[in-house]
């Protein structure tokens, strides 16, 4: 089983930047469907991003698309989500995890969680 530990997350004006890291341990992210799930205080966890195992295909919420890239560094064995252009609406926990294969945006389909890193977005 693969073990997700997510940093980089910070308190950032609204337009500005972060980069977040999931350092993956026990097995290789090669080996996995990986995603990024956010949780904003009184709503449901819900999609950011995806990358396969297979070929590396990229899936975005449409909220996002444009604005953030999901990354995946084998060598170090860790996954990026890079988030630019932040809006309030995106303050939320985010978290990374980790599936067998990609089965979709539902976070149920998701075995392997981090602890997940706080991102706050002011106005």
């Known amino acids: 089983q693969v073990q997700l530990v997510e940093s980089g997350g910070g308190l950032v004006q609204a337009g500005g930047s972060l980069r977040l890291s999931c350092a993956a341990s026990?097995?290789?992210?090669?080996?996995?469907?990986m995603a990024w799930f956010r949780q904003a205080p009184g709503k449901e966890r819900e999609f950011v991003a995806a990358?396969?195992?297979?070929?590396?295909?990229?899936y975005y919420a449409d909220s996002v698309k444009g604005r953030f890239t999901i990354s995946r560094d084998n060598a170090k064995n860790t996954v990026y989500l890079q988030m630019n252009s932040l809006k309030p609406e995106d303050t939320a926990v985010y978290y990374c995890?980790?599936?067998?294969?990609?089965?979709?945006?539902?976070?149920?389909?998701?075995?392997?969680w981090g602890q997940g890193t706080q991102v706050t977005v002011s106005s």
């Open positions: 995890a980790a599936a067998p294969v990609y089965s979709g945006r539902s976070y149920t389909r998701y075995e392997n």
């Open positions: 026990g097995r290789t992210v090669s080996s996995y469907a």
């Open positions: 990358i396969r195992r297979s070929d590396d295909t990229f």
